[in-house]
């Protein structure tokens, strides 16, 4: 007869091996789908700070959704995401707010408020969680939308504005606290070359002089080798993970013919 | 010499630590300028003894803190002194805790000469902003020094991107008569909107009545069910009330006369001819052309409605006019529903006040006649049809942005209601003058 063995189940806590130093925000053996439909699992990765991670896969792997698991719109099936040492998706009250403020996130559409000029925009965290004065909260603003470019068009509503500058004011109104780290969800979709290639020198520069830690959702190749420190890549048929590294790396030498077909735009 | 002046913010005294000299080898001074060397001049890199706080809070290096993030607005609280013609900042200055120190720095800047970073152990952009704000209020000669390198990048940067507020234009001085001039240029606009609107529906329908085929029968039935069906148990319920309650009030004056036995033909007067089209009409004002406005409208504003245009498809034909026959047809019968539910309702309160049911539908046969339905129920497919129009209309003519939608919503609800109204008194006096 074999014996019983009891076997521990893992924590969020546990050491993860290979773990990358200073790691902020640590994704466990992470699992997602909604219904029957398996989106990805076994997701396992670590974000070290300050450096700029892409999450990369092609449409419809899940790259939107590991985003939103990482900011807590969604709670995963299974597995734990740790950011800046909490967990979001179980966090409540104080601890949550206080984990939310550590983030800025940008969304595809930009998801600026149309009733609000972009400077009403970017003033509104620092209105919900500061006791800056409103001077205060204008000239912060002010510094914000300058630091994107967009120090002309602060009185304009985002009505008024093309979808590259709504992106940048998107990015403005994440940096409006200050967050250590920064989602961007599809920083370069539909812009033109140029602003495109604008932009992944603006997060660059972002990261360089501010520190900040980005985690950026792309499919766009000039933009992944442009910014990326390290980058995952996510592969519907996988159903999961299927490349981690230095893009530029998997774009030498792919371990995989998935991985090659991508960075090499070839047809399956 | 300027007494030291010292001013108190937040509640903690900060960090006091003399002996802090993280970055001390990079500090930078550029005295007679507010301006920092660029931080590239400084080198590339961080400083090897801060590591970059994300968001621009520079922090000493995570080994310091034993590789715990450092909060963002905890800790050392920012403290600001006037010492002479040096104003002195130091603790933390960050988005969250610069709100302290906001207006008391700015108030100290005045007259200062420098401006001393040395002691400043976190900086992000908003409290560069704050720097920068107090080197423009002291002048153009102050030197800001003492900065890290990492605090200096991140000023360096805010600096950059800083920059005053424009100077708003003078507003530009309307008068009166300009005023109401683009007031009534306004209305004439929407007005003759309005007609070419009424034009192109009119001639949809009337082209939809020579090719039935152009009308999507499937849509039709679709917005019968949205129109009609779903709205069978709130006019049934109004009709219900309104009908207890016409009986209730109107007892009491009639029965000063002895008149009680006359409330079913008052009542199914007021229901009939009056009440009923026009509470039908006010359900589907607020019900039915506030939602054919917001889907309209939402698709004017994602494009879809220009979409259609361009396939060579006609909005009128695919959106407008299935929406017309719907509420048409379904507005008599939505009017019939009111009546009868309304008549119910009396008949109820004369139940409970004494009076027979054969009394009742006596009284009710003897004072309402065929006619009297029928003009209730030709006013109220007049009503349901152009309801339906400010709806779609309200809908399609939809600006852009988020508000659009709403905005044409409350359009159509707010004219439909009056026009209802309006064409109510219309019908008034048309039948008053048909002897109807």
């Not at chain 2, 922090?59 to 450092?70: E, I």
Request: contains cysteine.
């Amino acid at each position: 007869m074999g014996e019983l063995v009891v076997v521990a189940p893992a924590t969020s806590r546990q050491a993860v091996p290979g773990a990358v130093p200073g790691a902020v925000i640590e994704v466990r053996d992470v699992a997602m789908g909604f219904g029957s439909r398996v989106l990805f699992r076994h997701v396992t990765f670590q974000v070290a700070r300050g450096e700029v991670f892409v999450i990369l896969g092609g449409s419809g792997c899940g790259k939107s959704t590991l985003l939103k698991l990482m900011i807590g719109l969604y709670e995963p099936t299974a597995g734990h995401v740790t950011i800046l040492g909490g967990e979001l998706a179980t966090a409540s009250g104080d601890e949550r707010r206080n984990l939310l403020r550590q983030l800025g996130v940008m969304w595809q559409s930009g998801a600026l408020f149309g009733s609000m000029t972009l400077l009403e925009n970017v003033m509104l965290p620092l209105e919900a969680h500061t006791d800056l004065p409103r001077e205060a909260r204008e000239a912060v603003a002010r510094v914000k939308l300058g630091l994107v470019g967009l120090s002309d068009a602060a009185g304009r509503l985002p009505a008024e504005i093309s979808g590259g500058m709504a992106k940048r004011a998107g990015i403005a109104r994440a940096m409006a606290l200050d967050p250590p780290i920064l989602f961007l969800d599809e920083p370069s979709a539909g812009l033109d070359p140029v602003t495109s290639a604008g932009l992944d020198q603006l997060i660059k520069d972002l990261a360089r002089d501010l520190g900040s830690t980005f985690v950026v959702v792309t499919h766009e190749l000039q933009s992944i080798l442009a910014i990326g420190d390290r980058c995952i890549m996510l592969d519907k048929e996988a159903q999961g993970m299927i490349a981690e590294g230095d893009p530029r790396r998997l774009r030498d030498d792919p371990p995989n013919d998935t991985v090659r077909r991508f960075f090499r735009r070839e047809v399956a | 010499m300027t007494p030291r002046e010292e001013i108190p913010v937040g509640e903690g005294q900060g960090d006091r630590r003399t002996g802090r000299e993280e970055g001390a080898a990079e500090r930078s001074s550029t005295p007679g300028s507010p301006a920092l060397p660029p931080a590239e001049d400084l080198g590339p890199g961080r400083a090897p003894d801060a590591a970059p706080e994300p968001g621009g809070a520079v922090v000493p290096a995570a080994s310091d803190r034993g590789g715990v993030p450092a909060p963002a607005g905890g800790g050392e609280a920012p403290e600001v002194v006037r010492d002479g013609e040096v104003l002195r900042f130091s603790g933390r200055l960050t988005s969250l805790t610069a709100g302290r120190v906001w207006r008391p720095a700015l108030s100290a800047a005045k007259g200062a000469r420098r401006i001393d970073l040395s002691r400043l152990s976190v900086l992000d952009t908003s409290g560069a902003a704050l720097v920068l704000a107090a080197a423009e209020e002291a002048g153009k000669d102050v030197a800001i020094e003492g900065a890290s390198r990492p605090v200096a990048a991140v000023l360096e940067r805010s600096r950059g991107a800083a920059r005053p507020a424009p100077q708003a234009p003078p507003a530009r001085r309307l008068g009166l008569v300009r005023l109401l001039g683009a007031w009534g240029v306004g209305r004439m606009q929407a007005a003759a909107d309005g007609v070419a609107f009424l034009g192109e529906s009119s001639s949809t329908v009337v082209n939809a009545l020579r090719r039935p085929r152009n009308l999507r029968a499937a849509d039709v039935l679709r917005h019968l069910d949205e129109v009609g069906t779903r709205a069978f148990g709130l006019t049934l319920l109004l009709g219900v009330l309104i009908g207890v309650i016409l009986a209730f009030q109107s007892s009491i004056p009639m029965r000063q006369f002895g008149a009680e036995i006359f409330i079913p033909r008052l009542v199914g007067i007021s229901l009939l001819r009056e009440l009923g089209p026009l509470l039908a009409g006010v359900v589907l004002a607020g019900r039915t052309g506030s939602a054919y406005a917001a889907e309209l409208g939402t698709m004017t504003v994602n494009e879809e409605v220009s979409a259609l245009r361009i396939m060579g498809i006609d909005p009128m034909v695919m959106l407008v006019l299935p929406r017309l026959v719907a509420a048409t047809i379904a507005m008599p019968v939505l009017a019939l529903v009111m009546d009868l539910a309304g008549l119910l309702g009396m008949g109820g309160v004369m139940l409970s006040l004494g009076f027979p049911v054969q009394l009742v539908l006596n009284q009710l046969h003897a004072g309402i006649g065929l006619s009297d339905m029928l003009g209730g129920l030709g006013k109220a497919a007049v009503f349901g049809l152009v309801i339906a129009g400010i709806g779609c209309r309200a809908g399609l003519s939809a600006g852009s942005g988020p508000r659009a939608v709403g905005d044409a919503a409350t359009a159509a609800v707010v004219g439909g209601i009056v026009a209802l109204v309006m064409l109510d008194g219309v019908f008034a006096v048309l039948f008053f003058r048909l002897g109807w």
